[in-house]
């Protein structure tokens, strides 16, 4: 079934669905799909059979996202499932991340191929662990436009009050400062997924809300221009071999423009190769801009060649690395530490769609509470710092001032998110 305003030539946006476990995301994704008629009333029937069979009644809606079997019987989503959505101003392609915490790798990845994100907030629960882990996540990943979807105003205890509603909102401004967006540019709607108030239509349990459904700041999402003019950077996200093709790697662009014909270089691989061919959502093109998500086909290379983390451009501004040898200087804020780090620290570093064991060489100035003190022997939780930095291997990551898309980086720990940051200066011998 198609939608109203089905028009693949509309502007193309990724869209991400992000928040705590439980919070409603696949939910809120399956009915935006049901009630803007891009998918039938009876395929949520057949769903929701399944759903009741395995003991999980009411998951009819999140089954339209969660198509793993295993995602099925457990209740939660696991891989990163892509749909597409049409409104009267874009095309969409929806990115439902999980919010388990075992698949915050997952999660790093949708999200960082993501220009707009709504965050699912339970409005029983409020503001949970995770909560906070993606409101810092979408930021650190470049996320530039944020909705929030405080979900599950029908659940017994909340009864569509607009008292919890306006005490999860301050809630979630106060998570929203910490982690650098501006709560007055995120819109904040009251909703029931499950019933499907205030997501497509208006809700007439919640009168007392005056603002617009969480479709319409969907639909109202305001784009920067797309960085065309600028060298071509494109992360990879995986690289295919398909028979009677060749070697294709996939991922997609943030700045500058894919040429068919044109030679590409893939660092930290250091390889080249010319791109025969260019494919997008199942068509082939001649190029390919900032935000499309494209696979191309390179001659000479092997698939073990290059690999998940390259970033590709050309070869008069090459992608800028590190080599294990180098370093670079990073801002960071520790989001939740157990305990105090020192030099010699070495988490996992989430750039793009990299991930790379990374050293703390040098910790060279911290802020804490406001004070400054320069070379501290340790860092704890709420402190931000600049430090010098060591990959274990090499790492593609660019300077903020040279491409503010790929220097930012999530640290990761005893799998959670311990800090977020950006690359400011990289330390080439």
């Known amino acids: 079934m198609s939608s109203q305003w089905e028009d693949k030539k509309k502007p193309h946006l990724n869209i991400v669905f992000v928040g705590h476990v439980d919070h409603g995301k696949s939910t809120t994704v399956g009915r935006l799909l049901l009630d803007t008629g891009h998918i039938e009333e009876h395929v949520i029937e057949k769903n929701e059979k399944l759903a009741a069979e395995m003991g999980k009644a009411g998951f009819g809606l999140a089954y339209v996202m969660d198509g793993l079997k295993e995602e099925r019987e457990r209740g939660i989503t696991i891989d990163v499932a892509h749909k597409e959505l049409f409104t009267p101003n874009y095309y969409f392609t929806i990115i439902d991340a999980p919010g388990h915490r075992d698949f915050v790798k997952n999660m790093i990845t949708g999200t960082s191929q993501a220009d707009a994100a709504v965050l699912c907030v339970a409005a029983n629960d409020g503001v949970s662990a995770q909560t906070k882990e993606h409101a810092f996540l979408a930021k650190v990943l470049g996320v530039k436009e944020l909705i929030v979807n405080i979900n599950k105003m029908d659940i017994s205890g909340v009864d569509y009050s607009e008292s919890r509603y306006n005490e999860v909102v301050e809630e979630i401004t106060g998570l929203l400062k910490m982690s650098g967006f501006n709560p007055a540019d995120v819109p904040m709607v009251p909703c029931s997924s499950f019933n499907g108030e205030n997501l497509y239509n208006k809700s007439d349990n919640m009168g ?26 494109l992360p990879i996200q995986d690289v295919y071999k398909i028979s009677g093709i060749g070697t294709v790697p996939v991922g997609k662009i943030e700045t500058g423009i894919l040429n068919a014909g044109k030679t590409v270089i893939f660092n930290p ?4 190769a010319e791109v025969k061919s260019i494919e997008m959502h199942h068509t082939m093109v001649d190029k390919a801009e900032p935000g499309d998500n494209v696979g191309f086909n390179v001659r000479g290379l092997s698939a073990q060649d290059i690999r998940r983390g390259d970033i590709a451009g050309y070869s008069n501004n090459e ?33 793009h769609t990299a991930q790379v064991a990374v050293r703390f060489v040098e910790l060279l100035e911290k802020t804490s509470k406001g004070q400054k003190e320069a070379n501290p022997a340790f860092l704890v939780t709420g402190d931000a710092c600049l430090i010098r930095f060591q990959p274990t291997k090499p790492m593609a990551i660019e300077q903020m001032d040279a491409f503010p898309e790929l220097c930012r980086f999530a640290i990761r720990d005893m799998g959670k998110t311990v800090a977020a940051g950006v690359c400011m200066k990289i330390e080439k011998k």
């Open 269 to 272: 691989s250091q390889q080249s």
């Open 208 to 233: 007392w809300y005056k603002g617009p459904t969480l479709f319409e700041c969907i639909d109202g999402i305001q784009m920067p221009p797309k960085p065309t003019d600028r060298p071509l950077r």
């Open 319 to 351: 992608p800028m690395f590190v080599r294990h040898d180098e370093t670079f200087v990073g801002q960071i804020q520790l989001m939740d530490i157990p305990k105090a780090v020192a030099a010699g620290y070495t988490p996992v570093f989430h750039a």
